[in-house]
């Protein structure tokens, strides 16, 4: 049985970094549920076979090519989206990228890399596609922040920095486009096991540090996070905008210290 209250069916859903990880999970979700998914990256080719293998609903992924550090590509990936399906119902967004090092080596350019696309091209994206939310007076925008938001962690300095904006930047456009009838919420990730992040977490320590800290005993996969995603695009949240979930299995409840009760 199917309950239309969270039904995300015939929805025009962009996908900012839909072509591997969090993003390609996130897309695969919306299609499999028979929204009409928009997939971006920077790589053609990469963007076109994720598109390809995620196409097993009703409606096939289309791939866009957009880089969010250059406006002008924004710019296109609106313009783009709302010309060949005349709306856009949700802007996720995924795209960011990290750098691990000691606060003191972080090179300016570096620092300007990091937040160029996990904070200047989130607000530059989700303007533009707020300008066409506010035009057709509706539309969800869900952002992915980060456990780091909570209790930066060591080694991720400007990424913790940008994550921060982000969780502002959810609050205050919440804050300003909800006249329109726009929402605004954010996904806040705990430890996630990726093909980027399976090389630090196949560490033996790392396991048993990240299983013995996390409450629910185990590290989060790709598809925990979908079901929060499909709650935010659909009516089930209708009354919600301005939050950060933390869908971390727990982490961010408490320091776990290692006592006996």
Excluded at 226 to 246: H, K, N
Aim: charged content about 20%; some cysteine; overall charge neutral.
């Amino acid at each position: 049985m199917q309950d239309e209250l969270f039904s995300v069916a015939g929805q025009v859903v962009v996908v900012s970094g839909g072509s591997r990880g969090i993003g390609e999970a996130l897309a695969a979700g919306f299609v499999q549920r028979g929204a009409q998914v928009i997939i971006t990256g920077r790589e053609a080719a990469t963007i076109e076979k994720t598109a390809s293998d995620i196409s097993t609903g009703p409606l096939p992924a289309v791939p866009m090519v957009c880089d969010v550090a250059q406006l002008e590509d924004i710019d296109q990936l609106v313009k783009g989206v709302v010309s060949r399906f005349g709306r856009i119902d949700t802007l996720v967004n995924v795209a960011g990228v990290n750098k691990r090092k000691k606060v003191e080596t972080f090179s300016p350019d570096e620092y300007d890399f990091i937040l160029n696309v996990n904070l200047r091209g989130l607000f530059f994206l989700s303007q533009a596609v707020g300008k066409q939310m506010i035009a057709q007076k509706s539309g969800t925008i869900i952002n992915i922040d980060s456990l780091n938001t909570n209790s930066p962690l060591k080694g991720v300095m400007p990424y913790a920095i940008s994550k921060a904006g982000v969780s502002m930047m959810t609050r205050g456009m919440a804050a300003e486009w909800g006249e329109h009838r726009i929402r605004v919420n954010a996904i806040a990730p705990g430890f996630i096991l990726t093909d980027m992040t399976n090389k630090l977490w196949s560490n033996p320590t790392m396991q048993k540090w990240g299983n013995d800290n996390t409450p629910l005993k185990r590290l989060g996969r790709v598809d925990d996070l979908v079901g929060t995603a499909i709650y935010l695009a659909s009516q089930a949240s209708a009354f919600m905008t301005g939050q950060v979930l933390y869908v971390d299995g727990g982490m961010s409840a408490g320091t776990l210290w290692p006592i006996e009760l």
